[in-house]
């Protein structure tokens, strides 16, 4: 059973940074992409970012590029998600996931169908 675990969400004022780590456990972490979703309060679930399993390619929302930045550590079957620049509206659960056995994609999906496995997410919360 693949168990996905988040921590480093908080309070952090506008403009401030904040790094979310993901462990994974429960098979091979480097054979698998992996994402980053969010959902706001009151809002559908959305893409955030992701990762191929060896981190060479990331494919980011239009929301969050240039502000943040999703790495893998496949040591410590860790991925992790740079968030600078913190805005009010990036207010909201984070979730990792992680995609069905079998999965093994060379480009990372950024739809919520592509994936299996969910943590049970980390609070962020940015004030203006």
């Known amino acids: 059973q693949v168990q996905l675990l988040e921590s480093g969400g908080g309070l952090v004022q506008a403009g401030g940074s904040l790094r979310l780590s993901c462990a994974a456990s429960g098979r091979p972490f480097n054979r698998y992409a992996m994402a980053w979703f969010r959902q706001a309060p009151g809002k559908e679930r959305e893409s955030v970012a992701g990762?191929?399993?060896?981190?060479?390619?990331?494919r980011y929302a239009d929301s969050v590029k240039g502000r943040f930045t999703m790495s893998r550590d496949n040591a410590k079957n860790t991925v992790y998600l740079q968030m600078n620049s913190l805005k009010p509206e990036d207010t909201a659960v984070y979730y990792c996931?992680?995609?069905?056995?079998?999965?093994?994609?060379?480009?990372?999906?950024?739809?919520?169908?592509?994936?299996?496995?969910w943590g049970q997410g980390t609070q962020v919360t940015v004030s203006s």
């Open positions: 990762i191929n399993w060896s981190g060479t390619i990331k």
């Open positions: 996931a992680a995609p069905p056995f079998g999965a093994q994609w060379s480009s990372p999906g950024l739809e919520q169908f592509e994936y299996e496995y």
